[in-house]
């Protein structure tokens, strides 16, 4: 956890405790474990992630928001790089029928704001599969740009290779 928790913006807020249940759902989804390469296998995993995301001063986890309030998906902050002044970022959507609704997009431009405008850091990167169109096009909607092709290694293997891409807090989003 960081210093000091962000404030909550309209599309994100941080993620509570009581959340765990609901993500820990998601994740024994096929298709969102094939796409984002996260599965809780019991409930002990639940447990270390959230303990994990909690104690660790290099991630920030927020849960993702409907229209309504309602827990949707999450967006983190992983490996962050203090001095460096970087930060990985990850993020799932798991109740599918809010895919392609915009959330995501907005999801990822609020936290960006939070990283470069709250937590100053100065450039923000993911890995993604190349086969993801959905997951590139909302990335690049919210300011993302491919940096590099690099072959599949870590929990999103399956032979298919990653795409690296960044934004930096100088970059603008593709939004009118
Ligand atoms: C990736 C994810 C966060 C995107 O969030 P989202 O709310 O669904 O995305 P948005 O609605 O903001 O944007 C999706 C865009 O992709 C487009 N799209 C959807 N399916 C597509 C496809 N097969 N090919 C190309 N574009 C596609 C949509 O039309 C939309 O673009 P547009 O606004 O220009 O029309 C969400 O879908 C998700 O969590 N997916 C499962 C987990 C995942 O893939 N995570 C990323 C792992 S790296």
Partial sequence: MMVALPR????????????????????????????????????????????????DRTRLAMAI????????????????????????????????????????TEALSEMAQIAFDQLHLHSLYLRVSERNLRAIRSYYKAGFRKVARLSATGRLQGGEPLV?????????????
């Fill in 8 to 55: 909550a913006k309209k599309r994100i807020r941080p993620l509570v405790k009581d959340d765990v249940t609901t993500v820990m759902q998601w994740s024994h989804d096929p298709e969102l474990q094939q796409l984002t390469g996260r599965r809780f296998a019991s409930e002990m995993d639940g447990t270390l992630w959230w303990h994990a995301v909690e104690r």
């Fill in 65 to 104: 928001l409907d229209d309504n309030g309602r827990l949707i998906g999450d967006v983190e902050l992983e490996n962050v790089a203090w001095r460096a002044g970087e930060a990985e970022l990850r993020i799932a959507i798991g109740e599918k029928s809010c895919w392609n609704r915009g959330y995501g």
């Fill in 164 to 176: 690296l891409m960044r934004r930096t807090s100088a970059d603008v989003e593709d939004t009118p």
